[in-house]
């Protein structure tokens, strides 16, 4: 927005670090690059079917555009973008020149505005000064105070703090939390091979070991703010996005525009050399397309190719993803090195691993796997064991119940997420009960927990989906049903839903009241009685008596020694990519229970290996709609481990639905667990069962499952039985083959598909 600042800071990377183009550019953005830069964003969007965009307005200092060139720059932006795409607005400013005027003005636009501020008086100034060497920090201070005002405050997205291990880490920290941000980003100072960071007494790790000490108060704190840097790590110990640029292995998809309308790659670039985050491209001449397709561009985004070896060996690479690419930076040898604060990033996430916190003490469960290759292990137990078993194409009883444990772990960790969102709202007394019955009944709350649905709705309260709000009021239903197994006293509120009162793994309570959107449930000793506006219905422990004809419980199917629920209730379980047919009636139960009895027949009969996994591992089938035209459809979600989505079918169609999405059920989990493939592998790979080219997690969710259903034609008789083996085993080893060629799979990956591939060269051409 402004290529100039207020500000003379020693330590930006802007004008104090090699890149030096900040002194041909205009200083300001004029009204013409404003709407060139609107309008390729808004035809970027418009051709990917972006929902949203996110958007940061930066300089230097971009209040020095003042009142009228903010306004100007914020209602073009905003009448070329929002047609499209929904626009998420932010500032980064050094706040010295904010004004309720200004403040005002950014409400009026929904900016979010984040302010830098490096601690506390004697930490900022070190290096937040004016050009004749004054402090800003009480000017910094006056910013924040304004962001803090009720009519501000909704706009206020956080303060960002750059690291000098000079500073008293604690003192920093209560500094910061003093000023109550929203978002805490604590920075590494750029720094390349060139120009190594700082290292007070020659210390091997002083930014883990400062860092630390704030991690380790922030978990004791009960972590009173997001920061950043440690929810990025910990989300990516247990498998989910980053969120950042700065660590993990996601795809970043961010572009720079500068005042004269250059496309750029991302400024941290501009400390590695002059010119490094250029591209030549503008918004003028170019589109983001061109930019995408530019080679620097490309070999900018994040991923396990574009890391050195040294990073690509590293077990904790999942989680670092070598840090920033500026900081990889060496002369010699360009961006091929391990970050510059390799040994710091390394200690900081070993460390973090071993203390993820008390509430978070089970992902570690689920962490155990987390780098790409080496000795590592889940459970106390090798992991390679797990990977050797389930590549082989089944899965014993025991690495399904270890799969199965560490999804629980998941599970839990996205739980402690979400209660310190919900802490001092209504809602938390529903997570103390149940946090209260962890410790009094913890088997109970665990068989709740293994409730396939439980984590989508966890993920939806946690990133909803544009447009959508956080169900909150779900977790009070997830405590009734904890409750009431446990035989437990408890009074919760609970959302009704079409009438519903929807209790997860038991089943659902009908009560006739339109107009009311919850209920009052009282729980003891295994039964409740649920009231809503006029109606009070009582539900008594199971077998005690009849229940009322409104009770829909969960039902299940007997399988000779194993039970599969049905489940045709859960509010979340429409998560399969197809329709969920709405609750069956008797006679459509009926059809269900004889299908699933006589495919569960021929699985033990056809692949008798899948079986104890099977029993294990599949808790409920969801039934979908039909389709009209006879389709067999099913799904599985990575969301639901446990569950797997199908039409009705006979016995030997059901059997192979059943066998093909366990398979995806069962890599879905492991992929929870294990690098398999570098997640930034931009490639899609042909495949001989789709017209169109698969990402590679597609194309290796494709061979895994055909590799199930190979085997189960192989065993099938007669001569069309062989032709389909023969297709399924032609086109499981041929992926298996382009699967390898890619170089994308991890070590932990070539491990897996070497298992695969074992099975199907196991196997003659001649089924018999
Ligand atoms: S306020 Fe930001 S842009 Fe300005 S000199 Fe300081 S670090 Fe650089
Ligand atoms: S810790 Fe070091 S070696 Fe490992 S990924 Fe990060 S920078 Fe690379």
Redesign the pocket.
Known sequence: MHSRCDLACDHCYIYEHADQTWRGRPREIAPETVDAAATRIAEHAREHGLRRIHLVLHGGEPLLLGTAGLAMVLTRLRAAIEPVAELDLRMQSNGVLLTPQLCDLLVEHGVQVGISLDGDAAANDRHRRFAGGASSHVQVRRALALLRRPEYRHNYAGILCTIDVRNDPIRVYEALLAEAPPRIDLLLPHATWNSLPPRPDGAATPYADWLLRIYRRWIRDDKPVDIRLFDSLLATGVGERSGTESVGLDPAGLAVIETDGAWELADSMKTAFDGAAGTGLDVFRHSADALASHPEFARSQRGLAR??Q??RD????GQ????LRAH?YSDADGFDN??V???D??HL?TSMNREPGPGAARIAVAAGLGGPGGDLLLDGLPAGDLLDDLGAGHGSAANLRRLAAAQLGYLRGLLVQLADRIAGTPVAAAWDLIARLDEEAPDVVSAVFAHPYLRRWARRCLAPPVGDSPDWAHLGALAAAVAIRAGANADLEVPLRSGLVQLPGLGALGLDEPGERSARLSVAGGGFTARAGRSAVMVPPTGSAPPPATWLPLRSVGLGGWEILVEDLDPYRDCHEWPVAVRLDPARLTSWRRSLAGAWTRIQRHVPGQVPGLRVGLRAVTPLRGDPTGRLLSAASRDAFGAVGTVLAAPDPLAELLVHEFQHVKLGAVLDLSLLYDPAYPRRLTVPWRNEPRPLEGALQGTYAHLAIAELWRARPGGQARQHYRRYRGWTARTIDELAATGALTEHGERFVGRMRETVDSWSDDPR
């Open positions: 890391l050195c040294t990073c590293c077990p904790v690479v670092c993803g070598g840090g990889r391990p970050s604060y390799c040994a990033l390394k996430i």
